[in-house]
């Protein structure tokens, strides 16, 4: 049996929140099955959302600030802040990354796109100068998967997706994950989440236990 090390980025800023149940049933169901967790809460760890000067040690341009070059240069030289070290070291370690969250105004909520902005830095995940993306993306070989809730009915998200495909419903499956070479795994998703009946949700718990099984 292949037992897998998994990182869940959890980002909702209550634990005893759907999203925060279904981050605890999934550190509980991965782990009775042999598998390592660990667990970002990036709302418990106050990470820092906006990318700028801060997150980079050593500067290669101190007149202009330019992200995108200041993160490829950090790379290089090992010159990240500590809280996006400390991130990076996590991915490097994860042979699987699952996204727990609840979508806000049809996208991130706004700390787990801070996340994104600062931790899968070019240089890093990918570097599109060298053409290290998609399939040639320094996160080629891992597995990421997104776990996420709705406040509106199913119908609201899919209305300009006719085939219900929920790999359409967030450009970050594309955009980021793909982009830097993980194998995105079908998304678990939670429509109308306040309006979740008790027999409904101990449906879905199963139909997500059922899937963490599997992978």
Do not use: C
Not at 110 to 117: D, P, R, S, T, V
Not at 199 to 209: C, G, L, T
């Amino acid at each position: 049996m292949i037992f897998l090390n998994v990182l869940i980025v959890f980002a909702h800023p209550e634990p005893k929140s759907l999203n925060g149940a279904l981050k605890d049933f999934a550190v509980q169901t991965l782990e009775r099955k042999g598998n390592n967790v660990k667990v970002s809460d990036l709302n418990d760890m106050k990470f820092k959302a906006n990318l700028d000067r801060e997150d980079f040690l050593n500067q290669e341009n101190e007149e202009r600030f330019n992200p995108i070059m200041e993160q490829l240069h950090a790379a290089k030289t090992d010159s990240f802040a500590s809280d996006i070290k400390a991130e990076m070291e996590k991915i490097n370690w994860a042979d699987l990354v699952i996204f727990q969250f609840p979508i806000w105004y049809g996208s991130l909520p706004a700390i787990l796109k801070g996340w994104f902005e600062r931790v899968f830095a070019n240089g890093f995940s990918s570097d599109m100068f060298q053409g290290k993306i998609y399939e040639n993306g320094f996160m080629t070989g891992k597995k990421a998967m997104l776990s996420f809730t709705t406040g509106g009915p199913e119908e609201n998200y899919y209305r300009e997706i006719p085939d219900k495909d929920p790999n359409k419903l967030l450009p970050v499956e594309s955009e980021s994950l793909k982009f830097s070479g993980f194998e995105v795994i079908q998304p678990f998703v939670i429509f109308n989440a306040i309006m979740l009946s008790e027999e409904d949700a101990e449906k879905n718990f199963e139909e997500y236990k059922d899937l963490l099984e599997k992978i």
